[in-house]
Nanobody, 122 residues
Framework: QVQVVESGGGLVQAGGSLRLSCVAS????????MGWYRQAPGKQRELVAT???????RYTDSAQGRFTISRDNAKNTVYLQMNSLKPEDTAVYYC????????????????WGQGTQVFVSS
């Protein structure tokens, strides 16, 4: 019923930039918060940044000042602009969306994408 699909990952040199995109599609009634998380090899998944439907953003210390999260509500799409990338940013980046379905308008659910790989070489 709902798909969350990330794109934009790849290989980049340290100091470079990447822009990730994530689209939520399907029988969606309303989308609230959307967020980016990442999981490096051997580590737990961690928060990177979130954004509400009203545009309020939150970043972890590692992302603050280098990454920018934004969204297009009309397209149920969230972006993550990553600048000044470091090798320690290497991870699979996941998107999630808090949303309600068209046939269950009062039940909030969280859907995750499959992830997109970011590799930053030194």
């Amino acid at each position: 019923q709902v798909q969350v699909v990330e794109s934009g990952g790849g290989l980049v040199q340290a100091g470079g930039s990447l822009r990730l995109s994530c689209v939520a599609s399907g029988s969606i009634f309303r989308v609230n918060a959307m967020g980016w998380y990442r999981q490096a090899p051997g580590k737990q998944r961690e928060l990177v940044a979130t954004i509400t439907s009203g545009g309020i953003t939150r970043y972890t210390d590692s992302a603050q000042g280098r990454f920018t999260i934004s969204r297009d509500n009309a397209k149920n799409t969230v972006y993550l602009q990553m600048n000044s990338l470091k090798p320690e940013d290497t991870a699979v980046y996941y998107c999630n969306a808090e949303l309600t379905l068209a046939d269950e308008k009062d039940l909030w659910r969280i859907y995750w994408g499959q992830g997109t790989q970011v590799f930053v070489s030194s």
